[in-house]
Nanobody, 125 residues
């Protein structure tokens, strides 16, 4: 059974860094992404990567601070988060799909048919 397992969440102070990891079993997905959801808010896209073209996409709120990447075997997805702010506090989810993504759909959560259970990130001021 396909599994996406996130790790690396935790509590940091403003300005700190964390690196999230998502390990993937069984398939090589052509699109992978990180979403986040804060209490009482909609789940929003943070970053995505099209593994075929290696194109990456970011939400405006994290550009220049977060970086999405994969290992060479393409079975682990990372999200390096620098310059963390209290508004980054949320549950972060890894998502994947066998179809690729582009600028017009990378942020659409309905595109991704596989999801992890999430890892909590808390940033204190």
């Amino acid at each position: 059974q396909v599994q996406l397992v996130e790790s690396g969440g935790g509590s940091v102070q403003t300005g700190g860094s964390l690196r999230l990891s998502c390990s993937v079993s069984m398939y090589t997905f052509y699109s992978m992404a990180w979403f986040r959801q804060a209490p009482g808010q909609e789940r929003e896209a943070v970053a995505a990567i099209d593994t075929g073209s290696s194109s990456s996409y970011y939400a405006d709120s994290v550009k220049g601070r977060f970086a999405i990447s994969q290992n060479n075997a393409k079975n682990t997805l990372y999200l390096q988060m620098n310059g963390l702010k209290p508004e980054d506090t949320a549950m972060y989810y890894c998502a994947a799909d066998l179809g690729g993504v582009h600028g017009g759909n990378w942020y659409d959560r309905t595109h991704y048919r596989r999801w992890g259970q999430g890892t909590q990130v808390t940033v204190s001021s």
